[in-house]
């Protein structure tokens, strides 16, 4: 009896054995069916940028050394997969993210995190003019000031980045994203047009610009202006993300303006995105934040012709911003006289950031409030790259003869050895961009000899039925209006300043820039023709095309 007791337990023990067996297979399979392929896994990472020490800052002529930090500066990163795709957005605090530090960083990512895969890194600068330089500096004039650069400075931003990326993808969970678009006005054309050629009143700047009918930052007050090339674009474009519990996480936001305000101070400053920064994490906590600028290389973040009515404006709104800075300027090496006039150029710059940070705000806040309504957690998600070709900015003969003479004549000039030692890095470190910029006209005429085209690369990324479409040039803004116009995406975020292994970009203007001169629109400041510009526009708007299956017959 105790025998086929024995046997029935475990018989019946055997046979719960395999239910319970099935029960667990049916809920793995219950969860594999719920587990969706497409949907999203997001994640955020962040690390600042803010090398200690003088580490060199570039974005003026002249060199200039980090002596603290007026704002913080950061590298921030976001990481979106699902099961067959992968995309990771970067944004640099920086003026520009060199080749050298994208090569820098994917070699660590490609040891420590191989599993990133870093063709799917996209990394974008906000082009502020104080953050640490990724360019190898090297000093060969006479100077008197601690700098750190070389590829010192290169190899912490590469590990700062590629620290940043990993925290992002380690931080993965399943999410959601939003996106819409609002206004608000930040970037105001910067080239200034004159009903005359300037260049036979105030000739030509030799390694830096030819002058024509405009000048960047020209005189509104002369009695030749003519107004402004270019327009602007008040179009913010945003894409959210939440974590599983439908709470907001952080957000791509894409502004059509470089973050250059107060340009040429001698501390790490992230420009408005400080602010927008500061005003983002009193509302909304500790959120990731991709700060991307859309096509802007003719758009800054002032206005010309209004300044002394910007000024009032700022005064009666924001008094006590106003006074707090009057008691606290910011602090230069050498000595600046702190009249009223001086302060006001620098009350106009600061307060610009802090009223374009609340414009920015008040639309983040405004399309946040109805783009939630469609949170989307398993959306279309494709990303592709192409390497393009496109047509170099031509340099006719002449030009080369010309830069040859300027070449003697700045070779002529001579380096201080004495003095003060700001303004010997001033002098010595100004002279000797002239002659870089004019030798590097003199190489690129030899070079086109060669390569009538530049190769680079292009990201573009769907998600949902918004899109994004990169570039790496100080894009001018119609070539922006002519992808958006055609793309067959709803929302299409073009994103200047992206890096690619082959080269850092430079300015690319428009048929009318060329035609207008003025920097940002010669030798010295481009790379790729308005030819080239409208081949990037076709090569983009394909992409477009074919990543939404329109039929060849509707391209």
């Known amino acids: 009896m105790k025998k086929v007791k024995f046997i029935v337990s475990i018989a019946v023990t055997f046979a719960a054995g395999i239910i319970l067996s099935g029960c667990v297979n049916c809920a793995a399979v219950k969860t594999q069916k719920k587990t969706d392929p497409a949907r999203l896994q997001i994640g955020w990472g962040k690390r600042s940028i803010a090398m200690k020490g003088p580490a060199a800052i570039t974005g003026q002529s002249h060199l200039r050394v980090a002596l603290g930090e007026y704002s913080p500066v950061y590298a921030s990163a976001l990481a979106i ?25 994917l070699d660590i990512l490609k040891k420590e995190a191989p599993e990133i895969p870093g063709n799917k890194i996209i990394v974008n600068a906000s082009h502020t003019h104080d953050g640490p330089s990724t360019a190898n500096i090297v000093i060969k004039y006479p100077n008197k000031v601690e700098v750190i650069g070389g590829t010192k400075v290169q190899e912490f931003l590469a590990r700062q980045i590629a620290d940043a990326v990993k925290e992002a993808w380690q931080n ?5 994203i939003a996106y819409g678009y609002g206004f608000a006005t930040v970037g105001f054309s910067r080239r200034t047009l004159y009903l005359d050629d300037t260049s036979k009143r105030f000739g030509n700047q030799p390694g830096y610009a030819s002058n024509g009918h405009c000048i960047m930052y020209g ?11 270019a327009g602007m674009d008040p179009f913010i474009n945003i894409m959210y993300t939440f974590d599983a519990d439908d709470k907001l996480s952080g957000a791509i936001v894409n502004v059509p303006c470089p973050a250059q305000n107060m340009e040429a101070i001698w501390h790490y400053y992230a420009g408005f995105w400080a602010n927008v920064r500061e005003k983002m994490a009193a509302k909304y906590g500790d959120i990731g934040l991709i ?33 707090d800075y009057k008691k606290n300027p910011i602090k230069f090496p050498y000595y600046i006289p702190r009249e009223e006039k001086y302060l006001n150029k620098e009350i106009l710059e600061i307060i610009r950031a802090e009223d374009a940070a609340n ?3 008040t639309a983040f806040d405004e399309v946040l409030s109805w783009a939630s309504k469609e949170k989307l957690t398993a959306p279309e998600f494709q990303h592709e790259v192409k390497t393009v ?12 003869a010309q830069e040859k003479e300027y ?10 050895t004495e003095g003060d030692k700001w303004q010997m890095l001033i002098h010595n470190s100004t002279l000797n961009a002239r002659r870089n910029k004019v030798n590097g006209v003199i190489k690129r005429f030899e070079e086109q000899q060669k390569t009538p085209a530049l190769e680079t690369d292009i990201h573009v990324v769907r998600i949902g039925d918004a899109a994004f479409a990169t570039n790496r040039f100080e894009l001018f803004m119609d070539f922006m209006h002519r992808i958006q116009g055609r793309s067959p995406f709803t929302q299409t975020f073009i994103v200047q300043l992206v890096t690619d292994t082959k080269g850092v970009g430079s300015y690319l203007a428009t048929e009318r820039g060329e035609k207008n001169k003025g920097y940002g629109a010669t030798p010295y400041s481009c790379q790729v023709s308005p030819k080239g510009g409208q081949q990037l526009v076709e090569h983009t708007v394909e992409m477009l095309k074919n990543m ?3 039929p060849a017959a509707q391209k």
């Open 359 to 361: 414009r920015v705000m």
């Open 407 to 416: 070449n003697k004549k700045f070779m002529a000039q001579k380096f201080m």
């Open 291 to 323: 700060c991307q600028s859309a096509a802007a290389g003719d758009l800054a973040p002032r206005q010309l012709h209004y300044n002394e009515a910007e000024l009032r404006r700022y005064k009666l709104k924001y008094p006590e911003l106003v006074e």
């Open 172 to 176: 993965r969970k399943d999410g959601s």
């Open 548 to 550: 939404k299956n329109i």
């Open 389 to 400: 070709k496109l047509d170099r900015f031509y340099l006719p003969p002449e030009i080369l």
């Open 219 to 229: 005189n509104t007050k002369d009695d030749k202006f003519a107004g402004y090339e």
């Open 81 to 105: 997969t699902n099961a067959k795709e992968t995309a990771v957005f970067v944004s640099v605090d920086v003026v520009s993210v060199s080749a050298s530090v994208l090569k820098g960083m």
